[in-house]
Nanobody
Framework: QVQLVESGGGLVQPGGSLTLSCVVF????????MGWFRRAPEKEHEFVAA????????VYSDSVKGRFTISRDNAKTTVTLQMYNLEPEDTAVYYC??????????????????WGQGTQVTVSS
């Protein structure tokens, strides 16, 4: 059974940085597209970023493009989201997700079959 465990969330001031990590247990991830989503209070799930199985392709939402970077280390079964120049609007629970359908670089939640429990990111002064 594949399990995803996120870490790295916390409280940061506007303009600050955080790095989120997602470790995958129970499977190799070299063929999975991995994604990050977030849910802010009273808002719907929002796509943040995704990276293809080999790491050669990435896609970002317009709201984080240029500020966030997604990367992966398949040997360590880890996916990382580096977040820079954080804004209060980035406050949310961030979720790591795995798409087990080969060859897709999806941006919609229903395309991802496995989800982590989430990690809270709060951007506030």
């Amino acid at each position: 059974q594949v399990q995803l465990v996120e870490s790295g969330g916390g409280l940061v001031q506007p303009g600050g940085s955080l790095t989120l990590s997602c470790v995958v247990f129970g499977s190799t991830i070299s063929t999975y597209t991995m994604g990050w989503f977030r849910r802010a209070p009273e808002k719907e799930h929002e796509f943040v970023a995704a990276i293809s199985g080999g790491g050669g392709k990435t896609v970002y939402s317009d709201s984080v493009k240029g500020r966030f970077t997604i990367s992966r280390d398949n040997a360590k079964t880890t996916v990382t989201l580096q977040m820079y120049n954080l804004e209060p609007e980035d406050t949310a629970v961030y979720y790591c997700a795995a798409d087990t359908l080969l060859g897709r670089l999806g941006t919609r939640g229903h395309e991802y079959a496995v989800w982590g429990q989430g990690t809270q990111v709060t951007v506030s002064s």
